[in-house]
Each structure stands twice: as structure tokens, then as C-alpha cells.
């Protein structure tokens, strides 16, 4: 089931592609070839360096089907440090409280597991709360 | 472009109507509808729907609806914008009646929800979100609210309890109405203790789903005589706007631009203001919305909508009182239906028909409907003359 709509969306999930505006220079994430920050064409790859902070976040309680059976997890609003904000689960989080303006460090994880009878996984950007060295 | 009245109301119940089909709630509602308005038929049908195709296997609902209300031959479509696709519908049949393509229009908005699974059900509601960068994350649409919700208590420095008397009124108000889902009154203390669906929403910040129809007949205001039992209700402002579909998007994520642009636009064409606004049937599928749909359409300042709350303003007999029907929070949220329902309200309103929730004299009401989380935002304002 829907294989190439995941396919399309590989070199995003795995590597964070995104594009650059040749006109006003903003990052942009997802691509969408219209820039919407000026309205320019914008197809220069542009490859995100996977550091950002969080903008907001959610624990799930109710998931939709599909997810139900690893709720409750964290959803975040991860501005990246290029400027683009981007939706996606926090992980590895341990004992430690998300904050609001948290770092995080993107991280590929499976993302859900469609479809099991024919097991196909979806893997993806996850974020994970950007190690800070011990004292 | 003529003037274009609203002729004729019509509403099922919010309920489980576990008896009854997609097709029986918009049949119900357009012979009420029809009935009311002393009319037997209509020239063109719009129907108000987000997810026929998910939870009913059923397309093509123009045709369906417009064969068992017994419309025959009448040009009939589906219009869909999440849960804004009832005010869109809406617009839908005001622009062909004041256009002059036709002569007369039902609209209906219509949902069927309680046949399919919770899970099943927030799947499908997150189906107004982007698949592939918001929903394929996880997120739900309870979700996506709940991160605007978090981010403008942080910015703010409100706390969940300041939301409360948004759900107070919308449950003290569907009391008094018999369409209502939920007839039980809330405290304070049942809305701190409700149990969470994703932080720092609960269930009691969040609109309930079932199953209802509402339909509207559209007529040229010149066809439409006011008399002393019942004011003639025209429509006095609509407007349509669009904003990015996902909330990573937007420039800033805390404003409704949707709604500030299409609550301007509206309150031009019927020549008002806010503070000449009656009542305001706004979009309350969650508490943080009714905070920031008061600030897009000028009735706070930026980051204290909570206030308006706080203060007993929204409340009838306050400064502009909001939900007075109950709102999507109790009147209930059949998603493809509820911008009608927020209609026929206003209307019941502009009719004097609300009992112990009507508000005094009113002469103006706006509605506002919105799909997604703030994606597509529809509003409308209502005039007796
Ligand atoms: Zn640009």
C-alpha cells in the first residue's frame, strides 16, 4: 500500500532535503519548488544540518489507528536551526521533562509500521534531545 | 449580485443515531429546512461534508441527497473543506443565488460518525491535516492544537484552568437547546480533572463528534417578506480564506490569519464592526481556538482572548456572547455539518427563538467556521432587517 508515495518522500525522511530560494535566500522544508517567503521559484537542494530547538510539543493520550500502540508518544514543533519549523516525534527522551526550547538533533526511526501483513516499515526523522556532556 | 436571505432552517439532533443513515440525517434536516421556509423543492442542492468517502464508502453525495430528498433533476454537489465544508457549502449556494444562476438553493451540511472506531475516527479527522509532513508523524488533529495550544500558554503565561469558561458557557448554554449532544452542566473542577487526549488538551477542552444534519433554503431577498412573528435574515457578509494546511507553516502560528482576513472582509460587505456584532457562533473544536478566533476577528488583543472568558464577556448578557447554542464544545461537532448548525443558530437568534439563552435584541450574528487548524476559515455575517 502506497509505496511510492513513501518512495517519493525518501531523501526528506532519511536526509532532511529540503531547498534553498535562489531570490531571497530563505531555507525551505518540505521542498515545494514556490518559495513562501517571496513567491520565487525555489529548486536548489539544500541539505539541513538536523539541529533544532522545540517550538511546542504534545503527548498523544489518543492516536489515531496506526499508532495506537506505542501512545503515548511526544510530538513536537522542531524549529531547525536554518529557520524552517517542522512536525515530528520526539525519542530517546528517557526521565527527562520536554521543555519548550529544548535542543534537539534529528535521528531516523521507524516512523509506523504499515500494512503489517505484508510488513512493510516507514522510517523517518525523529528527534532526540541533543546530548549534553557530562561535568 | 442580489441580496440573498435565509429563508428556511432545518437541524437533526447531535446524537448516536445509530438508526439512521448519511442519507436520513440531510433528508431529515432539508424537509425541516423546507417545511419551515413553506417551500417544496429547490433548483440546486450543496452539501456540506468532510468524510463520506472514509466512514460511509460514499461519494458522489449531491446525487444521493438530492435522490432520497426527492429534489429531482436538481443540480446537486458535495463541497469539502475539513470541517469548514459547511460554511463553504454555504458560500457555495450564496454565490449561485446572488449570481442569478438560479433561483433558489438548499444547503446541507451533513456527518456520520458514530458507525466507525475512535481510533478510526481521529485517523480520519487528521485527514484535514498535511499527509505527508503532519499526519505521517504521528501527530493527531488534536494534537496539532494541542502545540499551538502549549506554545500560546508559553508565550502568554496562561494556565489550562484560564481556558475553562469557554467549556462552561458552551455546556451552560446547550442546556437550553434540544439539538444539543451534551445537557449536563460543567465546573472548573470537572475541567481540570477531565481525562487528557493530547497535553494540555482533555477531553473537556475538546469538541465531542456525532452524528447530525442542518440545512439552510436560500432564496433571492426579494422573494423574502419580513413580518411581526419572523424578521427577514439576509446574509450581510460571507468571505472565504485560505492559510498554509499545515501549522509548521505559518509565519506565525499563534494568529488565525484566515480568520482576521475573512472576519475584514465580512464586516466590510455588511458595512460592521465588532463591536456591532450581537452574537458570534465561533469555531470552538478546541478552547485555545475560541481564544484566538476572538483576537483574529477584533474582539481582544493579541495573546488575551482568555480574558474575554475570564471576565463573563462571552457569557449571555456579556460583551458578545459566544456559542449560545452550546457551540461545537456541546451543541456537538458532526465536523462536515457544524458550520450549518452554526447558521440555523444564528438565525434562531435573529428570530428571537433561543428561550433562556437568547441574547437581547439581536439584530447582527457572525459565524465563523473553520477547517483544519486554522487552514480554511469561513465567516459569516447574519442581519435581520
Ligand atoms: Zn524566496
Known amino acids: ?135 | 449580485m442580489r441580496q440573498v436571505a435565509i429563508a428556511g432552517i432545518g437541524q437533526t439532533s447531535v446524537d448516536e443515531h445509530w438508526e439512521k443513515a448519511i442519507r436520513d440525517l440531510a433528508v431529515d434536516a432539508i424537509l425541516a429546512a423546507l417545511m419551515d421556509a413553506g417551500r417544496q423543492s429547490a433548483e440546486a442542492l450543496f452539501v456540506g461534508n468532510m468524510m463520506s468517502g472514509i466512514i460511509d464508502h460514499q461519494n458522489n453525495l449531491g446525487a444521493l441527497i438530492a435522490d432520497w430528498a426527492g429534489l429531482r433533476s436538481a443540480e446537486a454537489v458535495k463541497i469539502e473543506a475539513a470541517c469548514g465544508s459547511g460554511a463553504a457549502a454555504l458560500r457555495a449556494g450564496l454565490i449561485a443565488v446572488a449570481s442569478g444562476e438560479v433561483d433558489s438553493a438548499l444547503v446541507v451540511g451533513v456527518e456520520k460518525m458514530t458507525d466507525q472506531s475512535g481510533h478510526d475516527i481521529t485517523a480520519a479527522l487528521a485527514t484535514a491535516a498535511d499527509a505527508d509532513w503532519e499526519v505521517d508523524h504521528g501527530v493527531s488533529f488534536v494534537g496539532l492544537n494541542a502545540m499551538i495550544m502549549r506554545r500560546y500558554m508559553h508565550e502568554y503565561g496562561w494556565k489550562h484552568a484560564d481556558f475553562a469558561p469557554f467549556s462552561i458557557n458552551a455546556h451552560a448554554n446547550a442546556l437550553h437547546n434540544p439539538f444539543a449532544r451534551l445537557h449536563q452542566a460543567i465546573t472548573v473542577e470537572d475541567f481540570e480533572k477531565a481525562p487528557m487526549i493530547a497535553t494540555p488538551i482533555n477531553l473537556l477542552d475538546a469538541s465531542p463528534t456525532g452524528d447530525g444534519a442542518a440545512a439552510v433554503l436560500l432564496l433571492p431577498a426579494e422573494k423574502v417578506m419580513s413580518n411581526n412573528q419572523r424578521p427577514r435574515t439576509i446574509i450581510a457578509g460571507s468571505a472565504s480564506v485560505t492559510d498554509t494546511i499545515s501549522v509548521h507553516s505559518r509565519r506565525d502560528p499563534l494568529f488565525l490569519t484566515a480568520a482576521y482576513e475573512s472576519a475584514k472582509k465580512a464586516y466590510a460587505q455588511a458595512g460592521v464592526e465588532p463591536k456591532d456584532i450581537d452574537l458570534f457562533e465561533l469555531h470552538d473544536a478546541f478552547s485555545i481556538m475560541s481564544a484566538l478566533s476572538l483576537e483574529a476577528c477584533g474582539f481582544a488583543e493579541r495573546g488575551q482572548g482568555p480574558r474575554l472568558g475570564l471576565d463573563g464577556e462571552t457569557a449571555i448578557g456579556g460583551r458578545i456572547p459566544c456559542v449560545t447554542r452550546g457551540g461545537l464544545k456541546a451543541r456537538g461537532h458532526p465536523v462536515g455539518a457544524t458550520g450549518i448548525y452554526q447558521i440555523v443558530e444564528v438565525v434562531q437568534q435573529l428570530r428571537g427563538e433561543c428561550g433562556p439563552t437568547q441574547v437581547e435584541g439581536a439584530r447582527i450574528g457572525m459565524a465563523q467556521n473553520i477547517g483544519g487548524a486554522g487552514a480554511t476559515i469561513v465567516t459569516h455575517i447574519i442581519a435581520a432587517d
Open chain 1, 1 to 135: 500500500m502506497e509505496i511510492p508515495r513513501h518512495w517519493r518522500l525518501k531523501q526528506q525522511r532519511y536526509s532532511l532535503v529540503g531547498e534553498t530560494c535562489p531570490h531571497c535566500e530563505a531555507k525551505i522544508f518540505p521542498p515545494r519548488d514556490v518559495c513562501p517567503t517571496c513567491g520565487g521559484e525555489a529548486k536548489t537542494q539544500y541539505t539541513f544540518s538536523g539541529k533544532g530547538e522545540v517550538f511546542s510539543y504534545t503527548t498523544i493520550y489518543e492516536a489515531p489507528s496506526g499508532y495506537d500502540e506505542t501512545a503515548p508518544y511526544t510530538v513536537a514543533l522542531v524549529k531547525l536551526e536554518e529557520g524552517p519549523i517542522i512536525t515530528a516525534q520526539l525519542t530517546d527522551l528517557g526521565d527527562q521533562p520536554v521543555e519548550i526550547g529544548m535542543p534537539v538533533e534529528m535521528v531516523t526511526r521507524k516512523l509506523r509500521s504499515e500494512n503489517e501483513d505484508r510488513g512493510i516499515l516507514i522510517y523517518g526523522y525523529k528527534f532526540r534531545p541533543v546530548l549534553s556532556r557530562a561535568a
